[in-house]
């Protein structure tokens, strides 16, 4: 019990202790707010004295006054740096962006070149890929009117479809829907092409000497016989090189049907085709292929020489369809070149055989 006691005259006085210094501290807190308020109201008399006899003017100012009116000032300082810096950092930010927009303007103005670049290829493009699908057969000719696929006709007429950029974008779209629309027109003309190369590799239409070298020295149709003088229908051309051992090849893809010798055309190779064509090359020196063997179109197949029945080394070459003998020059790419008929071109008969 007297320890209970003893606890609460603690308690008791540690409370009348804070008790009393709150009070202190009240009290000091008052009287400084008493005299702070009393030295704040104290004024200051501002006068000012003209240098002529005119009165006396006095301005008499608390120092509350006085302190709000530099807090005031204070305040407005501070606001004209702030918005100064703000200012500074906001022009800065707009020279950044008209360098910014020159560049892009720089940029837009190529581009618009590029872009006028791009619809004159197109054109030109246009224009080629047109003239080649009428040529081919694949397409009708229409050079005054738009059609509707695959034609740049309404394209080119751009000055409608509005300025800047908006219409750089649209050209850009009608070049690519062009573009687009051109695929299948060239995969046509592709398959077209190839097909073309197929049959052209099964025709005989090519030199039948390598490298396309040599001369006629005797033309298909009515000649004179070099060995008997009397005329006759030669029944193929007579090629020469005045020199033995040039390569002879194929001039059209097939089969070796006979490769041999007779005392007329010597060493000889005939080939049948596709399509009903046969070529025979006559009076070679040796040849390089056996019966029943495929060759493709300027495949080498023998050499040329003066086997046979001949006047000087030449290759006798003969163009046949089913039973008909033809001109092979109907059918060669390489035009005949040098002699007349019957001449080697210096006034001299060479390489004729009958």
């Known amino acids: 019990m007297s320890t209970l006691k003893k606890y609460k005259k603690m308690e008791n006085a540690l409370y009348a202790r804070f008790s009393a210094r709150m009070g202190s501290a009240y009290r000091s807190a008052g009287e400084f707010s008493r005299r702070v308020g009393k030295a704040g109201r104290q004024k200051l008399t501002i006068m000012f004295i003209p240098h002529t006899e005119k009165k006396i003017f006095n301005l008499q100012i608390s120092f509350f006054a006085l302190g709000g009116i530099v807090l005031a000032l204070a305040i407005v300082v501070l606001s004209s740096l702030i918005f100064t810096f703000r200012f500074s950092d906001t022009a800065r930010l707009l020279a950044n962006r008209s360098d910014d927009l ?17 619809v004159t290829a197109a054109k030109r493009f246009e224009t080629a890929l047109s003239g080649t699908l009428v040529r ?13 696929q695959g034609d740049l006709a309404s394209f080119f007429e751009t000055g409608e479809t509005g300025t800047g950029s908006v219409r750089e974008i649209g050209e850009i779209k009608k070049v690519t829907d062009y573009l687009e629309s051109s695929v299948d027109p060239l995969s046509d003309l592709g398959s077209l092409l190839a097909n073309q190369s197929a049959v052209l590799s099964e025709i005989p239409n090519i030199w039948p000497i390598k490298a396309g070298i040599g001369h006629v020295s005797m033309y298909y149709g009515q000649n004179e016989n070099p060995f008997t003088g009397q005329w006759y229908i030669h029944k193929g051309i007579d090629i020469s090189t005045y020199r033995t051992g040039d390569p002879i090849v194929a001039t059209a893809d097939g089969k070796i049907v006979y490769a041999g010798y007779d005392k007329s055309f010597g060493n000889n190779v005939i080939v049948q085709h596709s399509h009903g064509f046969f070529t025979r090359y006559a009076h070679l020196q040796s040849f390089r292929v056996y019966k029943g063997q495929k060759v493709q179109q300027g495949q080498t197949i023998g050499f040329l020489g003066d086997t046979g029945l001949v006047t000087g080394p030449h290759v006798h070459y003969e163009v046949h369809l089913g039973t008909s003998v033809i001109d092979p020059l109907k059918f060669l790419n390489i035009r005949a070149t040098a002699a007349a008929p019957g001449t080697d071109g210096t006034g001299t008969s060479a390489g004729k055989d009958q």
């Open 102 to 118: 020159k560049a892009t303007q720089a940029n837009l103005d190529a581009f618009r070149d590029q872009t006028s670049h791009l």
């Open 136 to 148: 081919i057969g694949t397409k009708a000719s229409a050079p005054d009117t738009a059609v509707q």
